[in-house]
């Protein structure tokens, strides 16, 4: 497989599958990504958090109520209970199998498969450094780093990764509010990527972004006319729960 820098600069579009396959199983989960694989998705993003022991799982939230049937911090809990959680049922009984998975077993089901987005959740606590450097072990153990893109709304996180890193690829999520351009965050972080929401893209973003040889992620494009909005203002990184639906539309755009 190509590695990741070729393959963003020569695909002008390509579908992520926004925490894996989550419209068609629970999301950050095996089946979320064994679905989006099979629904045509080229990427698959997943959220990545520390246990107590700073294991890290791929969760989204900071806490297990949502999209578990435990309670409490994640961050508190040891990966051994954390592990015999039912990760699945919440979104339907025929998932209740479901477990989270640790980044590791991810990047192992994921490789060979298709590239990774990594989001970094922004550590509540000062510990970035720490969560920064347990995800690195981890995607580096794997041999997952040409393969994986690193974001965060932690542009601290980014700004590390990159001075340590620099032959890797990051992309800054927009904060909610920052009306700042893609350029000034690339300027402030070093990314090569600018990712907003759809309600966020914005003719001036995209200019700002591609006069300076920036590329656009947009999440989350789950309807149509989100999509139509998305594909004529040019950005590269579609981000959706429904990887089938946009690998079919994008297929009927090009036909
Ligand atoms: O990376 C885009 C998107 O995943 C950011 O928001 O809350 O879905 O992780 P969230
Ligand atoms: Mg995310």
Redesign the pocket.
Known sequence: MDLLRSFVSETQRFVVA??GSSGTAPENTMASFRNAIADGARMI?L?VQLTASNDVIVF?DDVLGRTTNGQGQVRTQSLADLQKLDAGSWFSDQFINERIPTLAEALDFLRDKSFVNI?IKPPKESDFRLRLEKVMETVFAAKMETHTLF?SFHHRTLRELKERYPQLHTAA?NVPGDKRMPSELSRETGCEGF?CSIHELTQKRVDDAHKHNLYIGV?TINRKDQFDKAYKMGVKAL?TNFPANLTQWMSEQQA
């Open positions: 926004h925490r993003e959220d989204h989001e974001s999520i990712v999440y981000v």
